[in-house]
């Protein structure tokens, strides 16, 4: 063998030959989209914890020759043709990887940190907050009805319609249950529009409210006892779990790691869930994710439609909870300040920060951020039941 054949050996064996052959204009458009991605990530920072690591999970997939990650193998395991082992054994690192997804043990574990790190005390102590995150998830059923017009199956348009609570655990779990093909698109819409809640929010925010609704100065809430804070937990996932066997998961991690936060007695096991639990995860869950965004199955007709339905979703999300605020504030005659409505989808603190922000343009001496998260957190809630009906109704 020659030079010139050990030469043109290698530039044969190596990606960059992988641009020229069928599709490789695909890898190198997605390749785009992730270094794209990347941008937004670490300069814009938008959502960079996971953002970055989906992106470099795209673009590691996407690397012709790479043997990362083979959603053929997938295929195959959902039509029942092999199992894990053979993944084991043939897949790529990637794989490795999104078999915490497909099992939904990521989403699970990320449910459990976010439990550690959240005070359920300003949900006790004003329990009507709980129907402002219910009406919040209007978004959720309208994407769904929506998706089904634009030609999607009933288990896909649940999927879509997720976006629509703000919670990027619950519309990853959903969706590798119902759709794990459109996985990579919907994970892009529910954690970008996450991001961008600071923007897509207060426009809508001003538009159903007046100004003196927005200068509503709300009283200070009761404290919560401890006793209350250990019960609740334990009282939600029986109540809930029962009525939705499917939401076991979900809500059993979230108020697992709830319970470790407030009994007191378990703190080094919530810190482990708030940091190096959810830190791991974080990193394992985001390059899955990220993983399944090859260009073949990502650049289509059904992409741009997820990407719009997402966002109108995101945006009656929005606006439910506003009604919903406007409604409570009538029947409070005035207690009530509306724009915590908006804090009942699920991002949280995101959402009750913005609507903190909002208030206090139009009243500086206007807190809502206490008042704000009992919503914020009855939308996590929320959006956990909305996913558990759908999985039970499609699953």
């Known amino acids: 063998m020659n030079v010139g054949e ?39 920072k938008f959502e960079p914890l996971l953002l970055v690591g989906i992106a470099f999970g795209c673009l590691l997939s996407n ?8 959603p053929e193998l997938w295929t195959a ?3 029942g043709e092999l199992g894990f082992g053979t993944i084991l054994h043939d897949g790529g690192l990637l794989d490795i990887f999104y078999i915490g997804v497909k099992s939904s043990i990521y989403p699970c574990l990320i449910f459990m940190g976010v439990g550690a790190m ?3 005390g300003p949900l006790l102590s004003n ?4 129907l402002l995150g219910a ?17 999607f199956t009933g288990p896909q348009a649940a999927s879509i ?8 655990p ?5 969706t590798s249950r119902l759709a794990p093909e459109l996985l990579g698109p919907i994970a892009i819409a529910a954690y970008s529009y996450m991001a961008l809640i600071p923007l897509i929010q207060p426009p809508f925010m001003r538009m159903l409210t007046t100004k003196e609704e927005r200068k509503i100065v709300m009283t200070q809430t009761r404290t919560v006892s401890k006793t209350e804070k250990i019960v609740f937990p334990i009282v939600v996932t029986i109540f809930v779990a029962l009525l939705l066997p499917s939401t076991a998961p979900l809500i059993g991690c979230l108020m697992l790691g709830n319970l470790m936060r407030e009994t007191g007695v378990t703190d080094r096991l919530s810190d482990t869930m708030q940091n190096a639990l959810m830190n791991i995860v974080t990193i394992l869950l985001s390059t899955s994710v990220g993983a399944t965004m090859v260009g073949s199955t990502f650049l289509t007709v059904e992409t741009i439609k997820i990407v719009v339905l997402g966002v109108c979703a995101f945006i009656l999300s929005t606006i439910g909870g506003m009604i919903g605020g406007k409604i409570m504030c009538w029947a409070t005659r005035g207690k009530v300040n509306p724009l915590i409505g908006s804090a009942g989808v699920s991002a949280v603190p995101m959402a009750a920060r913005v609507s903190n922000k909002e208030g206090q343009k139009w009243n500086p001496s206007n807190f809502l951020l206490m008042h704000a998260m009992g919503p914020n957190v009855a939308g996590v809630i929320g959006s956990a039941i909305a996913a558990g009906f759908l999985l039970a109704v499609f699953g």
């Open 63 to 70: 690397l012709p020759g790479g043997g990362l990650y083979h």
């Open 161 to 168: 319609g997720i976006i629509g609570g703000a919670d990027g």
């Open 77 to 79: 395991f959902m039509n």
């Open 170 to 174: 619950t519309a990853i779990f959903l």
């Open 135 to 151: 009406a919040a998830q209007m978004g959720v059923f309208a994407a769904f009805f929506g998706a089904i017009l634009l030609g």
């Open 127 to 130: 329990p009507k907050s709980l």
């Open 118 to 120: 959240t005070d359920f």
């Open 6 to 44: 050990i030469l043109l050996k290698l530039w044969n064996d190596s990606g960059f030959a992988g641009f020229g052959v069928s599709g490789g204009w695909q890898s190198l458009v997605m390749i785009i989209i992730a270094c794209g991605l990347l941008y937004l990530g670490i300069v814009k």
